[in-house]
Structure formats: structure tokens, C-alpha cells
Nanobody, 116 residues
Framework: QVQLVESGGGLVQAGGSLSLSCAASISIFSINSMGWYRQAPGKQRELVATRITSGETTNYADSVKGRFTISRDNAKNTVYLQMNGLKPEDTAVYYC?????????WGQGTQVTVSS
């Protein structure tokens, strides 16, 4: 079992920046990969960015490439999502995700709202 605690959402104007954090309750080295998904009203949950915890491999949705960066702090068992150049279409609930073996775990979600 792992618990994921997210923080950092909020309201920002278009073009602004926000940083999300996701702290895991276990060592990050026990987790295969971590990342962020988002779900906008009336839409399916979609991948935003993921990274392998033991290496540097990352994966980004085309819609956020060049604007968002996923990083980690091993000492804090935390993954971050730096979001720059935010657009109104980035408005969604952002969920942290962790994969351990074949099991996936979700955080409670944090709201990101981008005003035009």
C-alpha cells in the first residue's frame, strides 16, 4: 500500500505557472513509476506526464510538451509537476499516480483552474 498526498493546485491566469507536489508514503525506490493525470469536467482522465523512478525516462502528453516538467526528489519521496505557460484548457483536477508492479495507486486530486 502507498498513500499519495498532492498539493499545489489553485487558480492562475492564462500564461501563468503552478507547481504541483505529490508525496509518497513509502520510499520512491519501491515505486516503479509515478506521474500525473488530469480530468476535466465531462472528459475522461488523461495522462499528463510520467517518469520512471529509477531513471530519467519521462513521458508527456503532446498537449503539455515544452510547457510542463516532471521531476522528483528522492530524499523526500516526492514527484513534482512544474506547469508553465498555462492555458484555460489545462483546467482540470490533477491526480498523482504511482505504479508498483501491476498495481496502481491514486492521490485524492488537486484542482487547477486557469482563467482566460
Amino acid at each position: 500500500q502507498v498513500q499519495l498526498v498532492e498539493s499545489g493546485g489553485g487558480l492562475v491566469q492564462a500564461g501563468g505557472s503552478l507547481s504541483l507536489s505529490c508525496a509518497a508514503s513509502i520510499s520512491i525506490f519501491s515505486i516503479n513509476s509515478m506521474g500525473w493525470y488530469r480530468q476535466a469536467p465531462g472528459k475522461q482522465r488523461e495522462l499528463v506526464a510520467t517518469r520512471i523512478t529509477s531513471g530519467e525516462t519521462t513521458n508527456y502528453a503532446d498537449s503539455v510538451k515544452g510547457r510542463f516538467t516532471i521531476s522528483r526528489d528522492n530524499a523526500k519521496n516526492t514527484v513534482y509537476l512544474q506547469m508553465n505557460g498555462l492555458k484555460p484548457e489545462d483546467t482540470a483536477v490533477y491526480y498523482c499516480f504511482a505504479k508498483i508492479g501491476l498495481r496502481g495507486y491514486w492521490g485524492q486530486g488537486t484542482q487547477v483552474t486557469v482563467s482566460s
